[in-house]
């Protein structure tokens, strides 16, 4: 016996009738994941970063400049970098202690820095009192500052702000610096 295809009866229309038969079971089925973590988060936090840096005259790292960023624990990191300071180099070590989680942290940081050929805040005033560190041709000085790290995946990026003391001066300068970088 054969049988005529009536007019609702069409490819498209049992597609859809499979569909809407399928849909109550797909609603309720458990999430398959496919990812080569297993299951876990795919946002890593990286122990290791490598971090271009740009900033002012006082930043750790020069006005462009580098660091490698390690985290010995989920909430400090110790960055060793140089870069120019134009003229002479530029090298700092920074010590940074983090709040947050998930990869988006505000930081504390304490740094050393130097510069081998630009005495940087020299003043007027402090060359009666500290002669010697007035008239050198290298400098040193600390920072102390608050800003923003956001660090996940393969990727870093982090902005700071800091209050200077120089071995030249009594009087505080400024510091911005910032950068991004590529994570281990």
Not at 42 to 51: D, E, F, Y
């Amino acid at each position: 016996m054969a049988c005529a295809h009536r007019e609702g009866d069409t490819a498209q229309v049992r597609t859809l009738a499979l569909l809407l038969a399928l849909a109550p079971s797909l609603a309720l089925a458990d999430e398959i994941d496919l990812s080569r973590s297993g299951g876990r988060d795919s946002s890593r936090i990286p122990a290791l970063v490598v971090r271009l840096e740009g900033g002012n005259e006082f930043a750790p790292f020069g006005f462009m400049g580098g660091c490698l960023s390690w985290m010995t624990d989920p909430n400090n990191e110790l960055e060793l970098g140089g870069g120019g300071g134009f003229p002479g180099l530029q090298l700092g070590l920074a010590g940074r202690h983090l709040f947050g989680e998930g990869g988006q942290f505000f930081l504390a940081e304490l740094f050393l820095s130097g510069n081998t050929k630009v005495n940087r805040g020299v003043d007027k005033n402090s060359a009666q009192i500290n002669a010697a560190a007035a008239n050198a041709n290298s400098s040193l000085w600390t920072g102390l500052g608050f800003g923003f790290e956001l660090r996940r995946d393969f990727y870093s990026a982090s902005l700071a702000g800091d209050i200077i003391f120089t071995t030249a001066s009594f009087t505080p300068h400024w510091s911005i610096h910032g950068g991004v970088g590529f994570g281990f």
